[in-house]
């Protein structure tokens, strides 16, 4: 869907800008990405952790988008709304269908004890680490 159509159904609400709280949302983000780097430099990637490092950095990339949702006055609860809101930052319809693969991969970790293998923790770390650079800064590639 389109973010305007998550509007329209009411699962994204139009408020005042909060960058309060979108700068509180980034202290954490940068918290959270210096944690991910920090145990990848020091455990590495593997079997036994790809599962908890996806989580880590999917919660990064959903962090950064919140914060940039509130500081252009919307707020949501909606995983897929916050995904499509990248639409919105120029991301394109491939890096759109990453993110969402990325969502619905972590939901299957948490609901359904999925495992993913090293190759697709590799691949989700590299577009989270991309992705966040690209909505600190809002450019394109």
Do not use: W
Not at 31 to 60: C, H, S, W
Not at 74 to 96: G, I, K, P, Q, W
Not at 125 to 138: K, P
Request: proline share 1%; no cysteine.
């Amino acid at each position: 869907m389109r973010f305007e159509q998550f509007i329209e159904s009411g699962d994204v609400r139009r408020q005042h800008p909060d960058f309060s709280r979108a700068e509180s949302l980034r202290a954490e983000t940068a918290k959270r990405r210096f944690f991910l780097k920090e145990v990848i430099e020091k455990l590495g990637l593997k079997e036994t952790n790809t599962n908890y490092l996806i989580e880590i950095a999917y919660d990064l990339l959903m962090e950064a988008v919140r914060a940039r949702m509130l500081e252009e006055g919307f707020e949501t609860r909606s995983h897929e709304a916050e995904v499509a809101f990248l639409r919105r930052l120029d991301f394109s319809e491939v890096e759109l269908r990453l993110a969402d693969e990325l969502r619905r991969h972590r939901n299957k970790i948490l609901y359904y004890g999925k495992t993913f293998e090293k190759d697709y923790a590799r691949k989700a770390l590299g577009f989270v680490e991309s992705a966040y650079t690209r909505i600190q800064q809002n450019t394109q590639p």
